[in-house]
T-cell receptor, first 115, second 114 residues
């Protein structure tokens, strides 16, 4: 099976702009989670989607939003970008079934730089 | 709320030796899962090992094993016969309360020295 894919891999944006990141989970996985990774704050949970519904949300401002499509692909959007949004954004998918139901499989990430 | 603490920011080990990475956690849930993830330099995060809280037996995956002390809320990772490819950031993580909201520790940077 193909792994989790994220596009684009690298992105440079200017303060005030908005950005959309995409994640395609492993085939058959219905849960998709998003994380922000920075040197200062480490890995922080953004939100999680399952069957097109947001089930969990972390402590991020409303500028961060996401959605999931019927094919389980997910997008996250950040509006009015700030310098502090520069980070590696990781997507992870989970099968939610069987023995591996709570294991998360990560994509390579999207490196966002805000200037 | 869940918290995960890794008190060793950096560690090093000689190739072929054994190293133990520490992790403590806190959760009010009775049912939870614990994980160790590995993030090699410029490569993606991969799951190393997982432990279900209700299982008393410590998990083992080849050269990787855990010491799960439930009462002490401790979950350490032992890497035996360390290899150069084990050089990476290692994150301890917990999941409780259902769904997929995982809490990560701050990570331990492990360097395997030839």
């Amino acid at each position: 099976k193909a792994g989790v894919t994220q596009t684009p891999r690298y992105l440079i944006k200017t303060r005030g702009q908005q950005v959309t990141l995409s994640c395609s989970p492993i085939s058959g996985h219905r849960s998709v989670s998003w994380y922000q990774q920075t040197p200062g704050q480490g890995l922080q949970f953004l939100f999680e989607y399952f069957s097109e519904t947001q089930r969990n949300k972390g402590n991020f401002p409303g500028r961060f939003s996401g959605r999931q499509f019927s094919n389980s692909r997910s997008e996250m959007n950040v509006s009015t970008l700030e310098l502090g949004d520069s980070a590696l954004y990781l997507c992870a998918s989970s099968p939610e079934l069987g023995e591996s139901s709570y294991e998360q499989y990560f994509g390579p990430g999207t490196r966002l730089t805000v200037t | 709320a869940q918290t995960v603490t890794q008190s060793q920011p950096e560690m090093s080990v000689q190739e072929a030796e054994t190293v133990t990475l520490s992790c403590t956690y806190d959760t009010s849930e009775s049912n939870y899962y614990l994980f160790w993830y590995k993030q090699p330099p410029s490569r993606q995060m991969i799951l190393v090992i997982r432990q279900e809280a209700y299982k008393q037996q410590n998990a083992t995956e080849n050269r990787f094993s855990v010491n799960f002390q439930k009462a002490a809320k401790s979950f350490s990772l032992k890497i035996s016969d360390s290899q150069l490819g084990d050089t990476a950031m290692y994150f301890c993580a917990s999941l409780s309360g259902g769904y997929q909201k995982v809490t990560f520790g701050t990570g331990t940077k492990l360097q395997v020295i030839p």
